[in-house]
Nanobody, 120 residues
Framework: VQLQASGGGLVQAGGSLRLSCAAS????????MGWYRQAPGKQRELVAT???????NYAGSVKGRFTISRDNAKNTIYLEMNSLKPEDTAVYYC???????????????WGMGTQVTVSS
């Protein structure tokens, strides 16, 4: 299983970016997918998650600015980030909790991460 994230980059404060993450490989079913981020010297933290039935959850620091969405047919999630702040600067990681087969338990998978840098 691979999670391929894209869409990071450098943007000025107040700007917008859209991240994408596509899951591929041997996948039977994907439960929750989400975005996490890790800034230098800090622990990885939850940004937003979305369930298979499109229930969403956001960190308080991004609520109202970020929107997570999902295309189940493409095994892909998106993160629309608006009104970006310098404190949003981090490596953003995609996560998926999924089943590879009908008989297996679910496991967590992580993408390699994509850098988001917001300049002041």
């Amino acid at each position: 299983v691979q999670l391929q994230a894209s869409g990071g980059g450098l943007v000025q404060a107040g700007g917008s970016l859209r991240l994408s993450c596509a899951a591929s490989g041997r996948i039977f079913k994907i439960n929750t997918m989400g975005w996490y981020r890790q800034a230098p010297g800090k622990q990885r933290e939850l940004v937003a998650t979305i369930s298979s039935v499109l229930t969403t959850n956001y960190a308080g620091s991004v609520k109202g600015r970020f929107t997570i969405s999902r295309d189940n047919a493409k095994n892909t999630i998106y993160l629309e980030m608006n009104s970006l702040k310098p404190e949003d600067t981090a490596v953003y990681y995609c996560n998926a909790d999924l089943y590879q087969t009908y008989y297996s338990g679910s496991s967590d998978y992580w993408g390699m991460g994509t850098q988001v840098t917001v300049s002041s």
